[in-house]
């Protein structure tokens, strides 16, 4: 099997578990991405291919990610986007589609042909969002599963279901019903042009091979992969002949300790205060030094016997300030491990934040940005697992509040669901591609 990932860390990082599950059930795994993710493979015990599908990158850190300045350009409109509010976030998100996720589907096909020649493997497993590498096997004719990073809608569900407008939000952020038309109308210009240019490389390219139909929605007719909970009120899907596979998360059986100096972090910590708080806004979010200033700031003067750990990336020496008795600031931390040792997480509706969180049974303080974060915020908080808060109207005191709420009283649903999590994961969800692929290969 080859998975294939995107060369973004958020991504990466649970495939990459999911490519040493699969490994460990018995398959011949290489994971395909990025030079830079050649790591992650080591680390699943799995083999490396390189395989780079987007020019735009997050290896950990987005800003300090080496990356062309057009990329580097959209990530800072993207992020000023993000201080006026959601819609205005979602339609700088709109405005760049094309570029972030379909900038040269031709070159992609054409490193998988070479790819699939060497190493001719049984099925490959695509993450949802490399729409390239998916047109590519689909007009080679290979056979895939779909893994999907993020919420369930990020696979469209019915015809007017558009990629990139939520289909739900978190009761604190309500936009405006005109706000929504001028976002659903970018949607559905996107939807037109990604499909309009998945049918031309299709002609090019796939003599023999059906007609993709509509790109966004275009997944795998075998199994797809939704690294998320299977929430009752999801919307319904419509059969495809695929199996779908609600797996829960990727969070591994084992974490790697990282070491002592992490150890020492949370003693220290933890000898100063009774409480612990992990503030973690995400690989690109963490640019958002206000925001991360804010937190750490309500915490400190509302929660007085609580300890913060921040992830701060690149805002790292500005916030080094706050560094002190209660508070450390790292660039990156070992999140996974953290969340076994903390009261309550701060996050931004992350898939990876949100899915680990009720995997280990951390509450969590859920500020939405951007992408599917405001659907994820929406189940959390219906699912009784955290709270929700619009962060371009957060001040320090509802933060600080929040933050005291969740330590008092841990949200209704989080030990249901975290136990409905127990025994789903990577090795549950290897174990059930297999034997798709089992099947596939009888009905052949």
Same mark, same amino acid.
């Not at 992490?262 to 910590?269: D, F, G, K, Q, T």
């Given at each position: 099997?080859?998975?294939?990932?995107?060369?973004?860390?958020?991504?990466?990082?649970?495939?990459?578990?999911?490519?040493?599950?699969?490994?460990?059930?018995?398959?011949?795994?290489?994971?395909?991405?990025?030079?830079?993710?050649?790591?992650?493979?080591? *680390?699943?015990?799995?083999?490396?291919?390189?395989?780079?599908?987007?020019?735009?990158?997050?290896?950990?850190?987005?800003?300090?990610?080496?990356?062309?300045?057009?990329?580097a *350009?959209r990530?800072?409109?993207?992020?000023?986007?993000?201080?006026?509010?959601?819609?205005?976030?979602?339609?700088?998100?709109?405005?760049?589609?094309g570029?972030?996720?379909?900038?040269?589907?031709?070159?992609?096909?054409?490193?998988?042909?070479?790819?699939?020649?060497?190493?001719?493997?049984?099925?490959?497993?695509?993450?949802?969002?490399?729409?390239?590498?998916?047109?590519?096997?689909?007009?080679?004719?290979?056979?895939?599963?779909?893994?999907?990073?993020?919420?369930?809608?990020?696979?469209?569900?019915?015809?007017?279901?558009?990629?990139?407008?939520?289909?739900?939000?978190?009761?604190?952020?309500?936009?405006?019903?005109?706000?929504?038309?001028?976002?659903r109308?970018?949607?559905?210009?996107?939807?037109v042009?990604?499909?309009?240019?998945?049918?031309e490389?299709?002609?090019?390219?796939?003599?023999?091979?059906?007609?993709?139909?509509?790109?966004?929605?275009?997944?795998?007719?075998?199994?797809?992969?939704?690294?998320?909970p299977?929430?009752?009120?999801?919307?319904e899907?419509?059969?495809?002949?695929a199996?779908?596979?609600?797996?829960?998360?990727?969070?591994?059986?084992?974490?790697?300790?990282?070491?002592?100096?992490?150890?020492?972090?949370?003693?220290?910590?933890?000898?100063?205060?009774?409480?612990?708080?992990?503030?973690?806004?995400g690989?690109?979010?963490?640019?958002?030094?206000?925001?991360?200033?804010?937190?750490?700031?309500?915490?400190?003067?509302?929660v007085?016997?609580?300890?913060?750990?921040?992830?701060a990336?690149?805002s790292?020496?500005?916030?080094?300030?706050?560094?002190?008795?209660?508070?450390?600031?790292?660039?990156?931390?070992?999140?996974?491990?953290?969340?076994r040792?903390?009261?309550v997480?701060?996050?931004?509706g992350?898939?990876?934040?949100?899915?680990?969180?009720?995997?280990?049974?951390?509450?969590?303080?859920i500020?939405?940005?951007?992408?599917?974060?405001?659907?994820?915020?929406?189940?959390?908080?219906?699912?009784?697992?955290a709270?929700?808060?619009?962060?371009?109207?957060l001040?320090s005191?509802?933060?600080?509040?929040?933050?005291r709420?969740?330590?008092?009283?841990?949200? *209704?649903?989080?030990?249901?669901?975290?136990?409905?999590?127990?025994?789903?994961?990577?090795?549950w969800?290897?174990?059930?591609?297999?034997?798709?692929?089992?099947?596939?290969?009888?009905?052949?």
């Amino acid at each position: 099997m080859v998975v294939v990932s995107p060369p973004f860390h958020s991504h990466a990082q649970p495939l990459s578990v999911l490519a040493g599950a699969l490994a460990e059930a018995g398959a011949r795994v290489h994971f395909a991405s990025a030079p830079p993710f050649a790591p992650m493979a080591e *680390e699943a015990g799995v083999g490396f291919v390189p395989l780079t599908v987007t020019r735009n990158a997050n290896t950990g850190v987005a800003r300090s990610t080496r990356q062309g300045a057009r990329e580097a *350009e959209r990530l800072d409109e993207f992020l000023d986007a993000t201080r006026e509010g959601a819609v205005a976030a979602l339609l700088a998100q709109a405005r760049h589609r094309g570029e972030d996720l379909l900038s040269d589907p031709e070159r992609v096909l054409s490193e998988l042909r070479a790819l699939h020649e060497r190493l001719t493997p049984d099925w490959y497993v695509v993450d949802q969002l490399s729409y390239p590498v998916t047109l590519a096997l689909h007009c080679l004719g290979l056979p895939f599963a779909t893994f999907c990073p993020g919420h369930p809608t990020y696979v469209p569900h019915r015809p007017e279901a558009l990629f990139g407008v939520p289909y739900a939000w978190p009761r604190a952020i309500r936009p405006p019903a005109e706000a929504l038309v001028e976002l659903r109308r970018a949607a559905r210009a996107n939807d037109v042009a990604f499909t309009e240019r998945f049918a031309e490389v299709s002609r090019a390219h796939g003599a023999g091979i059906d007609p993709p139909g509509r790109a966004f929605a275009l997944a795998s007719r075998r199994a797809v992969v939704f690294n998320y909970p299977r929430f009752p009120w999801l919307p319904e899907r419509a059969s495809t002949g695929a199996e779908f596979l609600y797996g829960g998360h990727c969070v591994p059986a084992g974490e790697t300790a990282p070491g002592e100096q992490w150890e020492a972090v949370v003693r220290r910590l933890r000898s100063t205060s009774r409480r612990m708080v992990l503030v973690a806004l995400g690989t690109f979010l963490s640019a958002r030094a206000d925001v991360l200033d804010l937190l750490v700031r309500g915490v400190l003067a509302h929660v007085p016997d609580a300890a913060v750990v921040v992830a701060a990336g690149d805002s790292a020496p500005a916030l080094a300030r706050l560094s002190g008795p209660r508070v450390h600031v790292a660039r990156v931390v070992p999140q996974r491990w953290l969340l076994r040792r903390v009261d309550v997480m701060v996050h931004h509706g992350g898939n990876n934040s949100f899915t680990e969180c009720v995997a280990s049974g951390t509450p969590a303080l859920i500020l939405p940005f951007s992408s599917d974060q405001f659907s994820i915020a929406h189940d959390a908080e219906r699912a009784g697992l955290a709270t929700c808060a619009d962060p371009s109207r957060l001040d320090s005191e509802e933060a600080g509040t929040a933050v005291r709420g969740l330590l008092s009283r841990a949200p *209704e649903g989080m030990s249901w669901w975290t136990g409905q999590l127990r025994g789903l994961g990577p090795d549950w969800i290897a174990d059930r591609l297999l034997r798709a692929m089992e099947r596939e290969g009888r009905r052949r």
